[in-house]
């Protein structure tokens, strides 16, 4: 069982948390803490496993608040969290819409002694989803959140009714194959092929913390054709060994299969993939990126195995 270990506030930002023995959260955070406010990092969550990982690391014992966080937990494996889970505290709830933040030197002690803040590695930063009293012994119940999966069909003709979307329900059948014991939460969509609709889908799957997007169409060489350009330029980061794969494997079969410009990547912690519009296309291409899939899920929030 997962309970309250410490629960930490500050009543001016730049100086040390201390420990209280219960707390009241409301909306914007934890009462009297100075890090509360209408933003999305209000109340900050770590881990005693992450703790007792620092210090065996360092060789040195921690004092209670000295990472600055609000509340520590008993223990859950941060390599498993991912953005949109879950903590209910007590009867509060909170949600996570970070994990990680960039290090900063001018108001963390640990960091300037030992070179680390644990903190700024695995500290899960969460909004508040349901307010209420918390205590230090309360219990924790950790929720996972549904693995989110947005499906984009972009084709002119589709979207008009001339013909029924094939490919945009073939992905959505292999995923559910893929993934028939886990709970998972698929939406999908038809747009025509234009830019900027496109982006604008694109962004509104990632700050809806969507796991995985698939496109499917627009990645010939048509002038309507666009999905790998913008794709591409909404990534931070490219993933092109697997589209190269499958276009060199299925290429030694059909040569055209050579011409597809399908391309993948992430974007904070979505993974995006570009797929043909053809069903059987389709099939083939979900074959081979679900041997890696799971793998790169992990890898987008930290897991290194």
Known sequence: MITIKQINI??????????????EIIGTGIRGDSHAGDWHRQITILSDESVKKFEKETGRKTKSGEFATNVLISATDIKEVRLGDRFVLNNAAVEVTQIGKEPHYYDSPVLKETGWNIMFDEGMFCKVIKTGAISVGDRVEYIKKPLKIHIITLSDRAYRGVYADKSGPKIKEKLEEHYMDTETEITSQIMPDDKESLKKSL???????????????????????????????????????????????????????????????????????????????????????????????????????
């Open 10 to 23: 500050s009543e001016k930002r730049g100086i040390a948390k201390h420990s209280v023995d219960k707390a």
């Open 203 to 305: 962004e509104e799957a990632v700050s809806g913390y969507a796991d995985i997007i698939f496109t499917t169409g627009g990645t010939g060489i048509g002038p309507r054709d666009i999905t790998p350009e913008v794709v591409t330029g909404f990534c931070e980061k490219l993933i092109p060994g697997i589209m190269d794969h499958i276009r060199i494997k299925y290429g030694q079969i059909i040569p055209n299969a050579l011409l597809s410009r399908s391309v993948a990547g992430i974007k904070e912690k979505t993974l995006i993939y570009s797929l043909p519009g053809s069903v059987r296309a389709v099939d083939e291409y979900m074959n081979e990126i679900l041997l890696t899939l799971d793998h790169l899920i992990k890898m987008a929030y930290g897991g290194s195995h």
